[in-house]
């Protein structure tokens, strides 16, 4: 199982972005798809979160700027960020709590992660 994740770069503060994270190979099923970022001396936080029913979960500091979706077709998340902030800044990774082929039970399955960095 291997997660891709794009569409990071370099914003503006007040600028978008759109990241996207696909799934592939041998899975069986994906429960929660969600993003995390790190930044520079910070613990790994979660960003946002959706449920195979949709349910969705944001982190305090996002809440009205970032909407996390997901293509259940496609096993691809994704995380709108708008009105981006400089505290936005750092390695943005997905993750997913599912179970490949092989896996007797669901685990976490973790991205390369992708730099998102604010600054004018």
């Known amino acids: 199982v291997q997660l891709q994740a794009s569409g990071g770069g370099l914003v503006q503060p007040g600028g978008s972005l759109r990241l996207s994270c696909a799934v592939s190979?041998?899975?069986?099923?994906?429960?929660?798809m969600g993003w995390y970022r790190q930044a520079p001396g910070k613990q790994r936080e979660l960003v946002a979160m959706i449920s195979n029913t949709g349910s969705k979960t944001y982190t305090h500091s996002v809440k009205g700027r970032f909407s996390i979706s997901r293509d259940n077709a496609k096993n691809t998340v994704y995380l709108q960020m708008n009105r981006l902030k400089p505290e936005d800044t750092g390695v943005y990774l997905c993750?997913?709590?599912?179970?490949?082929?092989?896996?007797?039970?669901?685990?976490?399955?973790w991205g390369q992660g992708t730099q998102v960095t604010v600054s004018s």
């Open positions: 993750n997913i709590w599912g179970r490949g082929v092989s896996d007797l039970r669901s685990r976490d399955y």
């Open positions: 190979g041998s899975i069986s099923a994906i429960n929660m």
